[in-house]
């Protein structure tokens, strides 16, 4: 298969996470049609980027990181702490199969990196996963639901289970914020009754 080839099916492979759901809608009682592996991706990458700045990281290493932290699930599909339990996804060889084949190497070295989460990047890009699904719990918590309120403040026993795997201090300062602040806020100053 020619290098346009290869690509041009990463691509259409990549424009089918728009159309993944994430598993946590089973659990959280809600069916947010919006909350797919892509727009989940996007999120992630843009606090991914922020994060490396604060942190004083290469923002390029992980905002690649964060783009692909979720690309196996194409193949694997999103799995719940339920599924988790049951289910034993193959990502060294989901990233073997999907990015090894393309005729640049940077995609699947940047994967591999993510899944070892050892290097300060790697694990900015994690956080940026985690304070996603943090700001995710909180919308919903500003909608009425429950479940994400039960999650939000966790169970007696454990606490915040995202918050609680936060490991650099940027995350950690964001987290803390983001329980705070109205979802809506962010259009308090921007809003006008008038058109210019």
């Known amino acids: 298969m020619t290098m346009i080839k290869k690509v041009t099916n990463f691509l259409y492979e990549v424009g089918t996470m728009r ?16 909350d797919t592996i892509a727009a989940h991706s996007y999120r992630v990458t843009m606090i991914g980027w922020h994060l490396a700045k604060m942190e004083k990281l290469d923002p390029y290493k992980t905002v690649m ?16 702490w339920i599924h988790k339990k049951y289910i034993k996804a193959f990502d060294s060889e989901v990233i073997e199969d999907q990015l090894g084949t393309l005729p640049f190497s940077d995609l699947e070295d940047f ?21 996603d699904q943090l700001l995710l719990l909180r919308e919903y918590e500003w ?25 650099s201090d940027s995350a950690k300062e964001l ?12 259009w308090d100053q921007v809003w006008t009754n008038k058109n210019r």
């Open 19 to 34: 159309r993944l759901p994430r598993m946590h809608r089973q659990t959280l009682l809600t069916d947010d049609a919006t």
């Open 65 to 80: 990181m964060c783009l692909l932290h979720d690309v196996g699930e194409i193949r694997t599909g999103d799995q719940n």
């Open 111 to 131: 994967a591999v990196e993510y899944n070892d989460k050892t290097t300060p990047e790697a694990i900015v890009a994690k956080d940026a996963d985690l304070l």
């Open 143 to 167: 909608q009425g639901n429950k479940e994400a309120t039960i999650w939000l403040e966790g169970k007696a026993e454990r606490g915040n289970a995202q918050i609680k795997m936060l490991n």
């Open 175 to 186: 987290a803390q914020e983001i329980l705070i602040q109205n979802p809506t806020q962010w």
